[in-house]
C-alpha cells in the first residue's frame, strides 16, 4: 500500500501545488477583507469565477482577431490577466460600496446574509450572460499553454512513477507565486500597506491618525478581489472548462485554506492554501487505497471540510495566527 | 373622507363584515372558475388579513382553522385542478414548517445556519429506507418494507433521528463563534448530501445518486394515503402542531434565553444562561421540525434522492426566514408561504406565460431569462433588499411588553405573602 501511494506521489505533488496555488491566491481576499472587517465575503468565490469568465471571454476575443496569433501566447495572458484582475477589482469594490458599507455598524449576521444575495446574484447574472452569448452556461476556453511536459521521476529512484503535467502548470504556479510576493511586499513595505494593516489593528485609531479608513477598506476590497480575478483566469488556462458555479465550493475551499493558515494572517493565507491543495489532492489519489475502498475521491470534499472542523476545534488561530483573548 | 374611511376600518364589526364578504368573493371565485391561481392565491391572503384584525387571538384562531380544514379544501375541490392546488398547499405546509425551525436556530439564537437542509435530508432518508426493501440490505433482523401504519411512529423517529444530528453537528461546530458557525454548518449540509450521495456502497443504504423509489404511502385505519388532498391534512395537522409549539418555547425561559445569548453572549453567561446547552437546544428544536417534514415530504414524494437536499433549499429556507423576519413566528409563516408559492405557482405560471408569448410570436425573450431559472437571482436580490432596507423583515418580530406597575404589585404582593408565611412558620 505504502509503495503504491509512494508511487504516486509526484503526480499527487504537482496536481497538488497547481491546486494550492490558486487556493492560496483565493485565500488571500478572503483572509486580508477578514481581517480588516472581521467579515467573510462571501462573495468573493463568485468574484473568482467572475474573473474565469472575463478571462475566458477575452482570450476567444483576442484569438479571433488574426494579428493576435503572431504575438507570444504569454504576452496575451499577461495583458488579459492586468485587465481581468481592474475590472474584478472594481467590481470587489462596488460591491463593498453597495452591500457592505452600509451595513458596518449592523449585527454581524446582516452583512454575511447580504455576502450571500450577491453570491447568488453574481452567479445567475454570469450564468445568463454566458447563455445568451454562447447558448450554454459551461464555456470552455481556448487551449494555451497545452504542451505536455514529463518529468522521469523513475530515474531518480525506482519506487517513483512518471509526473507529466501541461506548461499551463508552471505559468499558473509561476504567477501565483510572483503574485503573492508583490502583495506581501505591498503589505509590508508601502504606505498603503501600513495603513491596511493599522486599520485592522484598530479602526477608530487608525482613523484618528490621518488614515482614510473608507478609501484603505475600498483598496483593500480592490486588492483582494483583482487577486481572486487573476487566480481565476489561471483556473479557466489550467482546468479548461468553467461554469458560473465553480466559485461557491472552490471559495469554501480557500476559506478552508485561511482559517487553516490562521485567518488575517496574509503569509498563513499562503502556506494554508498550499497544504490544503496538497492534502486535497493526496486524499482524491489514495483515501480509497487507504480505507480499502470504503470511501472513495468522492470524499475529498468530506476530507477538507473536516480539516477545517479539526482545525477550529483544536487550533482555532490556525497555523501562524497568534491566539487572542476577547475583550468584553 | 379618508378620515372616517381609515376610522371605519379601525371599527371591529366593518372589518368582520369586510372579511366575510371577501373570503366568501374569493373562495366562490375559486369554486367556480377553477383555473383561476388568483382566486386560490386571494383566499390563502386572507388568513394574513386575519393576522391583522382587530379581534381576540382565540377567535381569529377558531377562523384560521375553519379557513384551513373546511373552507380551502372544500373551495379548491370545485374541479380538475383540485389535487394540484393541495400539493401546492401542502408544500407550503411543509416549507413553512421548515422555516419555523430555521426560525428557532437563525432567528431566536442567532446562529447562522447554513446547512438547514440536512436535517430535513436525514428525516426523509430515515423513513424512505425503513419504507422500502432498502433497510433489508444491512438491517439483519425484520422484514422490509415496513407497512404504511409506521409513518405515524416515523414522525416521531423522524423528528428524534434529526434532532441527534442537531446535537452531534453541534457539539463541534458550537465551540466556534459567529462567522464560523455558517461555514462549518454549510460544510456539515453539503457533508450529509455527499454521504448520502455515496452511500451505496460498500452496503447499499441509500441507493446512491439513484435515490430511493416507490416509498410505502403512509395508512390510517386501512386507508393509504396517496392524493395530495390527504397529505394537506396531515401536513396541516403537524404545522398547527408545529406553530403551537414554536410560540410556546418563545415565551418559555428557553426562548428568553435564546434572545439572550442572541443579543449578547457574554452577557448572557454572566446571567447564569449555560451557553452551549442552549445553543444545542436551538440547534436540536430546529432540527426536529425540519426531520419531521422530512418524513412527511419522503411519503407524499414516494421518490426521494439527493438532489432534493442542496445548498439551494439551505438557502431558500434562510431566504424565507430573512424575508418574513427573523425571530418573528408570523413573519416567518408569511415569508415562507410567500417564497414557497414564488416559486411553485408564480415563476412556473410566468415561465409557460412568456413561452406561450414567444411561441406565438409576440416578444422573443431568450431561454436563458425564462422566469423559472431566474429563481437564484430572485433570492439573491431579496436578500440583499431586505438586509439593507428592511434587515427586521416583512412583519417584524415583536417582544412581550410587561405592565411594569402591575409586575411591582404582583411582585410586592407575593413577597408580603412570602413574609407572612415565614412569620406563620416562626
Same mark, same amino acid.
Given at each position: 500500500?505504502?509503495?503504491?501511494?509512494?508511487?504516486?506521489?509526484?503526480?499527487?505533488?504537482?496536481?497538488? +501545488?497547481?491546486?494550492?496555488?490558486?487556493?492560496?491566491?483565493?485565500?488571500?481576499?478572503?483572509?486580508?477583507?477578514?481581517?480588516?472587517?472581521?467579515?467573510?465575503?462571501?462573495?468573493?468565490?463568485?468574484?473568482?469565477?467572475?474573473?474565469?469568465?472575463?478571462?475566458?471571454?477575452?482570450?476567444?476575443?483576442?484569438?479571433?482577431?488574426?494579428?493576435?496569433?503572431?504575438?507570444?501566447?504569454?504576452?496575451?495572458?499577461?495583458?488579459?490577466?492586468?485587465?481581468?484582475?481592474?475590472?474584478?477589482?472594481?467590481?470587489?469594490?462596488?460591491?463593498?460600496?453597495?452591500?457592505?458599507?452600509?451595513?458596518?455598524?449592523?449585527?454581524?449576521?446582516?452583512? %454575511?446574509?447580504?455576502?450571500?444575495?450577491?453570491?447568488?446574484?453574481?452567479?445567475?447574472?454570469?450564468?445568463?450572460?454566458?447563455?445568451?452569448?454562447?447558448?450554454?452556461?459551461?464555456?470552455?476556453?481556448?487551449?494555451?499553454?497545452?504542451?505536455?511536459? /514529463?518529468?522521469?521521476?523513475?530515474?531518480?529512484?525506482?519506487?517513483?512513477?512518471?509526473?507529466?503535467?501541461?506548461?499551463?502548470?508552471?505559468?499558473?504556479?509561476?504567477?501565483?507565486?510572483?503574485?503573492?510576493?508583490?502583495?506581501?511586499?505591498?503589505?509590508?513595505?508601502?504606505?498603503?500597506?501600513?495603513?491596511?494593516?493599522?486599520?485592522? +489593528?484598530?479602526?477608530?485609531?487608525?482613523?484618528?491618525?490621518?488614515?482614510?479608513?473608507?478609501?484603505?477598506?475600498?483598496?483593500?476590497?480592490?486588492?483582494?478581489?483583482?487577486?481572486?480575478?487573476?487566480?481565476?483566469?489561471?483556473?479557466?488556462?489550467?482546468?479548461?472548462?468553467?461554469?458560473?458555479?465553480?466559485?461557491?465550493?472552490?471559495?469554501?475551499?480557500?476559506?478552508?485554506?485561511?482559517?487553516?493558515?490562521?485567518?488575517?494572517?496574509?503569509?498563513?493565507?499562503?502556506?494554508?492554501?498550499?497544504?490544503?491543495?496538497?492534502?486535497?489532492?493526496?486524499?482524491?489519489?489514495?483515501?480509497?487505497?487507504?480505507?480499502?475502498?470504503?470511501?472513495?475521491?468522492?470524499?475529498?470534499?468530506?476530507?477538507?471540510?473536516?480539516?477545517?472542523?479539526?482545525?477550529?476545534?483544536?487550533?482555532?488561530?490556525?497555523?501562524?495566527?497568534?491566539?487572542?483573548?476577547?475583550?468584553? | 373622507?379618508?378620515?372616517?374611511?381609515?376610522?371605519?376600518?379601525?371599527?371591529?364589526?366593518?372589518?368582520?363584515?369586510?372579511?366575510?364578504?371577501?373570503? #366568501?368573493?374569493?373562495?366562490?371565485?375559486?369554486?367556480?372558475?377553477?383555473?383561476?391561481?388568483?382566486?386560490?392565491?386571494?383566499?390563502?391572503?386572507?388568513?394574513?388579513?386575519?393576522?391583522?384584525?382587530?379581534?381576540?387571538?382565540?377567535?381569529?384562531?377558531?377562523?384560521? %382553522?375553519?379557513?384551513?380544514?373546511?373552507?380551502?379544501?372544500?373551495?379548491?375541490?370545485?374541479?380538475?385542478?383540485?389535487?394540484?392546488?393541495?400539493?401546492?398547499?401542502?408544500?407550503?405546509?411543509?416549507?413553512?414548517?421548515?422555516?419555523?425551525?430555521?426560525?428557532?436556530?437563525?432567528?431566536?439564537?442567532?446562529?447562522?445556519?447554513?446547512?438547514?437542509?440536512?436535517?430535513?435530508?436525514?428525516?426523509?432518508?430515515?423513513?424512505?429506507?425503513?419504507?422500502?426493501?432498502?433497510? #433489508?440490505?444491512?438491517?439483519?433482523?425484520?422484514?422490509?418494507?415496513?407497512?404504511?401504519?409506521?409513518?405515524?411512529?416515523? %414522525?416521531?423517529?423522524?423528528?428524534?433521528?434529526?434532532?441527534?444530528?442537531?446535537?452531534?453537528?453541534?457539539?463541534?461546530?458550537?465551540?466556534?463563534?459567529?462567522?464560523? +458557525?455558517?461555514?462549518?454548518?454549510?460544510?456539515?449540509?453539503?457533508?450529509?448530501?455527499?454521504?448520502?450521495?455515496?452511500?451505496?456502497?460498500?452496503?447499499?443504504?441509500?441507493?446512491?445518486?439513484?435515490?430511493?423509489?416507490?416509498?410505502?404511502?403512509?395508512?390510517?385505519?386501512?386507508?393509504?394515503?396517496?392524493?395530495?388532498?390527504?397529505?394537506?391534512?396531515?401536513?396541516?395537522?403537524?404545522?398547527?402542531?408545529?406553530?403551537?409549539?414554536?410560540?410556546?418555547?418563545?415565551?418559555?425561559?428557553?426562548?428568553?434565553?435564546?434572545?439572550?445569548?442572541?443579543?449578547?453572549?457574554?452577557?448572557?453567561?454572566?446571567?447564569?444562561?449555560?451557553?452551549?446547552?442552549?445553543?444545542?437546544?436551538?440547534?436540536?428544536?430546529?432540527?426536529?421540525?425540519?426531520?419531521?417534514?422530512?418524513?412527511?415530504?419522503?411519503?407524499?414524494?414516494?421518490?426521494?434522492?439527493?438532489?432534493?437536499?442542496?445548498?439551494?433549499?439551505?438557502?431558500?429556507?434562510?431566504?424565507?426566514?430573512?424575508?418574513?423576519?427573523?425571530?418573528?413566528?408570523?413573519?416567518?409563516?408569511?415569508?415562507? #408561504?410567500?417564497?414557497?408559492?414564488?416559486?411553485?405557482?408564480?415563476?412556473?405560471?410566468?415561465?409557460?406565460?412568456?413561452?406561450?408569448?414567444?411561441?406565438?410570436?409576440?416578444?422573443?425573450?431568450?431561454?436563458?431569462?425564462?422566469?423559472?431559472?431566474?429563481?437564484?437571482?430572485?433570492?439573491?436580490?431579496?436578500?440583499?433588499?431586505?438586509?439593507?432596507?428592511?434587515?427586521?423583515? %416583512?412583519?417584524?418580530?415583536?417582544?412581550?411588553?410587561?405592565?411594569?406597575?402591575?409586575?411591582?404589585?404582583?411582585?410586592?404582593?407575593?413577597?408580603?405573602?412570602? /413574609?407572612?408565611?415565614?412569620?406563620?412558620?416562626?
Amino acid at each position: 500500500m505504502l509503495l503504491e501511494m509512494l508511487q504516486s506521489l509526484p503526480q499527487v505533488l504537482i496536481d497538488g +501545488l497547481a491546486l494550492g496555488a490558486v487556493y492560496a491566491v483565493v485565500a488571500l481576499g478572503y483572509t486580508m477583507v477578514y481581517g480588516i472587517l472581521q467579515l467573510i465575503n462571501f462573495a468573493h468565490g463568485e468574484i473568482f469565477m467572475t474573473g474565469a469568465f472575463i478571462g475566458t471571454a477575452f482570450f476567444i476575443l483576442l484569438m479571433g482577431m488574426g494579428w493576435v496569433s503572431s504575438v507570444p501566447q504569454i504576452v496575451v495572458l499577461i495583458v488579459v490577466l492586468v485587465v481581468t484582475a481592474c475590472l474584478t477589482g472594481l467590481l470587489g469594490m462596488g460591491i463593498e460600496r453597495v452591500a457592505y458599507r452600509p451595513l458596518r455598524n449592523a449585527p454581524r449576521l446582516i452583512p %454575511l446574509i447580504t455576502a450571500i444575495g450577491i453570491s447568488f446574484i453574481l452567479q445567475d447574472v454570469i450564468r445568463f450572460i454566458a447563455e445568451l452569448s454562447s447558448g450554454n452556461y459551461i464555456v470552455t476556453g481556448p487551449s494555451l499553454f497545452t504542451n505536455q511536459l /514529463t518529468i522521469n521521476f523513475s530515474s531518480i529512484s525506482s519506487i517513483f512513477n512518471d509526473a507529466s503535467f501541461k506548461t499551463s502548470f508552471l505559468i499558473v504556479l509561476v504567477t501565483a507565486v510572483i503574485l503573492m510576493i508583490s502583495l506581501d511586499y505591498f503589505i509590508n513595505r508601502t504606505k498603503w500597506g501600513t495603513a491596511m494593516r493599522a486599520v485592522a +489593528l484598530d479602526r477608530e485609531t487608525a482613523s484618528l491618525m490621518s488614515i482614510n479608513v473608507n478609501k484603505t477598506i475600498s483598496i483593500t476590497f480592490f486588492i483582494g478581489s483583482a487577486l481572486g480575478g487573476a487566480t481565476g483566469v489561471l483556473f479557466a488556462v489550467q482546468y479548461g472548462t468553467i461554469d458560473p458555479f465553480i466559485g461557491f465550493i472552490l471559495g469554501m475551499k480557500a476559506f478552508i485554506a485561511a482559517v487553516l493558515g490562521g485567518i488575517g494572517n496574509i503569509r498563513g493565507a499562503m502556506l494554508g492554501g498550499i497544504l490544503l491543495g496538497l492534502l486535497e489532492m493526496f486524499a482524491s489519489a489514495n483515501l480509497s487505497l487507504l480505507t480499502g475502498g470504503v470511501f472513495g475521491a468522492e470524499y475529498k470534499d468530506v476530507f477538507a471540510f473536516s480539516i477545517l472542523i479539526l482545525v477550529l476545534i483544536f487550533k482555532p488561530e490556525g497555523l501562524l495566527g497568534k491566539p487572542t483573548a476577547e475583550k468584553v | 373622507m379618508k378620515e372616517s374611511l381609515a376610522k371605519f376600518l379601525q371599527y371591529k364589526w366593518s372589518q368582520v363584515i369586510l372579511f366575510t364578504v371577501f373570503v #366568501a368573493v374569493s373562495s366562490a371565485a375559486l369554486f367556480f372558475s377553477q383555473k383561476s391561481v388568483t382566486a386560490f392565491l386571494l383566499l390563502l391572503s386572507s388568513l394574513l388579513v386575519l393576522h391583522y384584525m382587530k379581534l381576540k387571538n382565540v377567535t381569529k384562531w377558531i377562523i384560521a %382553522l375553519g379557513l384551513l380544514f373546511i373552507l380551502i379544501p372544500l373551495a379548491s375541490s370545485g374541479g380538475p385542478a383540485f389535487q394540484s392546488y393541495m400539493d401546492v398547499a401542502t408544500m407550503v405546509g411543509i416549507y413553512v414548517s421548515m422555516a419555523l425551525g430555521l426560525n428557532i436556530v437563525v432567528g431566536m439564537a442567532g446562529l447562522l445556519d447554513l446547512g438547514f437542509v440536512a436535517f430535513f435530508a436525514v428525516g426523509a432518508y430515515s423513513y424512505s429506507i425503513f419504507a422500502t426493501p432498502q433497510a #433489508a440490505n444491512f438491517m439483519p433482523f425484520g422484514t422490509y418494507p415496513l407497512g404504511g401504519e409506521s409513518f405515524w411512529i416515523f %414522525l416521531i423517529i423522524g423528528g428524534v433521528v434529526a434532532a441527534i444530528a442537531g446535537v452531534l453537528i453541534g457539539i463541534p461546530v458550537l465551540r466556534v463563534k459567529g462567522d464560523y +458557525l455558517a461555514i462549518v454548518t454549510l460544510g456539515f449540509g453539503e457533508i450529509i448530501r455527499i454521504l448520502f450521495n455515496n452511500a451505496d456502497k460498500p452496503v447499499n443504504i441509500t441507493g446512491g445518486a439513484m435515490g430511493i423509489a416507490s416509498v410505502t404511502p403512509p395508512e390510517i385505519f386501512g386507508i393509504p394515503l396517496i392524493f395530495p388532498n390527504q397529505f394537506y391534512f396531515v401536513t396541516l395537522v403537524i404545522l398547527i402542531f408545529t406553530i403551537f409549539t414554536v410560540l410556546r418555547l418563545e415565551r418559555s425561559k428557553l426562548g428568553r434565553s435564546w434572545k439572550a445569548v442572541r443579543e449578547n453572549e457574554i452577557a448572557a453567561q454572566a446571567m447564569g444562561i449555560p451557553l452551549v446547552k442552549t445553543k444545542l437546544l436551538a440547534f436540536a428544536l430546529g432540527a426536529s421540525f425540519s426531520g419531521m417534514m422530512g418524513v412527511v415530504f419522503a411519503a407524499k414524494q414516494a421518490f426521494i434522492d439527493p438532489t432534493s437536499f442542496t445548498l439551494l433549499e439551505s438557502f431558500t429556507i434562510l431566504v424565507m426566514v430573512v424575508l418574513g423576519g427573523m425571530g418573528s413566528v408570523p413573519g416567518v409563516i408569511l415569508g415562507a #408561504a410567500v417564497i414557497t408559492i414564488l416559486n411553485l405557482q408564480v415563476l412556473t405560471e410566468l415561465a409557460t406565460w412568456v413561452n406561450q408569448l414567444s411561441f406565438s410570436g409576440i416578444i422573443s425573450i431568450p431561454e436563458a431569462l425564462s422566469p423559472a431559472k431566474m429563481q437564484k437571482f430572485i433570492f439573491g436580490a431579496l436578500l440583499v433588499a431586505f438586509a439593507l432596507y428592511r434587515p427586521k423583515g %416583512l412583519i417584524p418580530a415583536k417582544n412581550k411588553i410587561f405592565d411594569e406597575k402591575r409586575l411591582k404589585e404582583t411582585q410586592a404582593h407575593s413577597d408580603m405573602n412570602a /413574609t407572612d408565611q415565614k412569620k406563620m412558620q416562626s
